[in-house]
């Protein structure tokens, strides 16, 4: 049975429709990587997995359930995180006061399982060093692993990733996948979008690509890239 699954669902601004019927499974286990250009939908898909914006129509189901209506603080207590392309931390506290934030009020733990939650957080997103550091003085690579970090605080099922590469570095790039590789050692289901495609295709096990909020194809990552139409969308863009 699939962890998640999409049912021909629909998002529309105004008269711009920026997802379009799709229907999309994801099973327990399982890295799903979406590729697309700007505009293809891919954040706004990704927000309306995590109940940050309600569908026009269709239907989510999550873990056999139907999470539909459900917003997104119920989203995340039963098992749905995320991280945000532009890291969001809490600037004024400390690594560790912001890894709390996400195992109280996203897991809704006491101070006591909530500290040893978080605090393996911190060590399986690289940042059990800099615990007592101000978030706001963490460099860009940090500030992503808080964001994985306080996601991972919240005990995910699935954990959805917002082009956490973005703006790093190669070196940096290969930093954060040996910490996402660890990660999905651990069973966490993960869907990922991401305009770094090598990044990618080092972690998923499928990939889908999307345009104009339609599915142009899905299947084997490399055969994915391989296709005619994801050619034509990513012309001048390196995939190697």
Known sequence: MALLQLESISRSFGSLKVTDGLTL?????????????NGAGKTTLMNLIAGDLPVDAGTIRFDGRDITQLPAPQR?????????????????LTVLE??????????????????????RA?????????????????PLLDRKRLELARALATEP???????????????????????IRAIRAER?????????????????????ALDFGLMITQGEP???????????IYMGIDVE
């Not at 995340?76 to 995320?82: E, H």
């Open 98 to 119: 912001n890894v709390l934030v996400g195992a109280v009020f996203g897991a809704g733990h006491g101070e006591r399982a909530a500290r040893g939650l978080a605090l």
């Open 157 to 179: 099922k699935l954990l959805l990733l917002d082009e956490i590469a973005g703006g790093l570095t190669e070196h940096e790039v290969h930093e954060l996948l040996d910490t």
């Open 122 to 138: 911190l060590e399986r997103s690289g940042l059990a060093s800099k615990a007592n550091r101000l978030a706001g003085s963490l």
């Open 222 to 232: 490399h055969a994915v890239m391989a296709d005619p139409a994801v050619r034509e």
């Open 76 to 92: 995340c207590r039963a098992g749905i995180a995320r991280s945000y392309q532009i890291p969001q931390p809490f600037v004024g």
């Open 188 to 208: 966490v289901t993960i869907v990922w979008i991401e305009h770094i495609v090598h990044a990618l295709l080092a972690i998923v096990d499928r990939l889908v």
């Open 25 to 37: 499974a994801v099973a327990p286990g399982e890295a799903l990587g979406i590729i697309g250009p």
